[in-house]
């Protein structure tokens, strides 16, 4: 299956990590789908406050997610080192401003 998949300008020793990343990736979702179901229902025995604040922390994270991944790997991983750390938070609140523009229309 990898032999399929080899694109020319990766070196073979970076695909080889790539597909291993990928691979415990697949294992590790297929493993957390029982322990959710576990954390849903123990947390549903205990409260429903305990459960809705499980859900709401889940929203904010996804919110978080959503909000870092509009360019944000990129983003974060290529600018953000390259800053002092004293225009960092500057920077940030900017790149919080072009997403915040980019989703009013």
């Known amino acids: 299956?990898?032999?399929?998949?080899?694109?020319?300008?990766?070196?073979?020793?970076?695909?080889e990590r790539a597909f291993s990343g990928l691979r415990w990736t697949l294992w590790l979702?297929?493993?957390?789908?029982?322990?959710?179901?576990?954390?849903?229902?123990i947390l549903a025995r205990t409260g429903r406050s305990v459960l809705g604040a499980?859900?709401?922390?889940?929203?904010?994270?996804?919110?978080v997610n959503v909000f870092f991944?509009?360019?944000?790997?990129?983003v974060i991983m290529r600018f953000l080192p390259g800053l002092a750390p004293g225009q960092r938070r500057g920077f940030l609140w900017l790149y919080c401003g072009v997403i915040a523009a980019g989703w009013l229309p």
Do not use: Q
């Open 29 to 41: 979702t297929l493993l957390s789908v029982p322990f959710s179901f576990a954390v849903r229902v």
């Open 54 to 63: 499980y859900g709401l922390l889940g929203v904010y994270t996804s919110l």
């Open 1 to 15: 299956m990898a032999e399929s998949l080899k694109l020319a300008v990766m070196p073979e020793r970076l695909e």
């Open 69 to 74: 991944y509009l360019g944000g790997d990129a």
